[in-house]
């Protein structure tokens, strides 16, 4: 049981590039969650899913996209790159029952130069 | 608007100490509250977490928090800290408790010296 997962560990693109961050989780959740980690920011939600086939903008979301590939899967892409989306960017998957808590990835650390 | 606040920012601890991390959030309704915390290099691990029932809720580790209704806040305590509790601790906020949506605390940084 790996929980949630992320690809890239790291990565650095340059102004303008574009790239997707890979997210799954193998819990059987249905809602998915992205936040970027700011220093002094806490974590700002980006965009979250909370089934598949649905997708829904959170308190940071231009500059992004998302898909909802399936159940497990849920991507974001930076279309164009630029220096304020440097980050740690973490997946989560929600429980949906009990308490509700998240369960978080391991983070991919973007540096945009 | 619907906020979460960390008071304290950057805490210096020495082994033993006792520690206390302030967390107060802005929401009138139900909620659910949560403790995550962050090891260096590491992600988000749940330390413990309030849904109902008795307000002082225990977690992994020794940690424990309690829920106080009338000051909007849950505070995070631990009567003896370890040198391996240093790490970022973040409050959260499940606003409508059940809904999509959680709000977190700026963070709260913790060295806890040898």
């Known amino acids: 049981n790996a929980g949630v997962t992320q690809t890239p560990k790291f990565q650095v693109l340059k102004t303008g590039q574009s790239m997707t961050l890979q997210c799954a989780q193998d819990m059987n959740h249905n809602s998915m969650y992205w936040y970027r980690q700011d220093p002094g920011m806490g974590l700002r939600l980006i965009y979250y899913s909370a089934s598949e086939g649905t997708t829904d903008k959170g308190e940071v979301p231009n500059g992004y996209n998302v898909s909802r590939l399936n159940k497990r899967e849920f991507s974001l892409r930076l279309e164009s790159a630029a220096p304020s989306q440097t980050s740690v960017y973490f997946c989560?998957?929600?429980?949906?029952?009990?308490?509700?808590?998240?369960?978080f990835g391991p983070g991919t650390r973007l540096t945009v130069l | 608007a619907q906020s979460v606040s960390q008071h304290n920012h950057h805490v210096i601890l020495s082994e033993a100490a006792s520690l206390e991390l302030g967390c107060n959030y802005s929401?009138?309704?139900?909620?659910?509250l949560f403790w995550y915390v962050q090891y260096p290099g590491q992600h988000l691990q749940l330390l413990l977490k309030?849904?109902?029932?008795?307000?002082l809720v225990k977690g992994i580790k020794g940690f424990e928090a309690e829920f106080i209704k009338s000051k909007f806040s849950f505070n995070l305590r631990k009567p003896s800290v370890q040198w391996s509790d240093t790490a970022e601790y973040f409050c959260?906020?499940?606003?409508?408790?059940?809904?999509?949506?959680?709000?977190f605390g700026t963070g709260t940084r913790l060295k806890v010296l040898a």
């Open positions: 929401y009138g309704g139900t909620v659910n």
């Open positions: 959260a906020v499940n606003v409508g408790s059940g809904t999509y949506k959680y709000i």
């Open positions: 989560a998957s929600r429980r949906e029952t009990g308490y509700n808590e998240q369960f």
């Open positions: 309030y849904f109902s029932g008795d307000p």
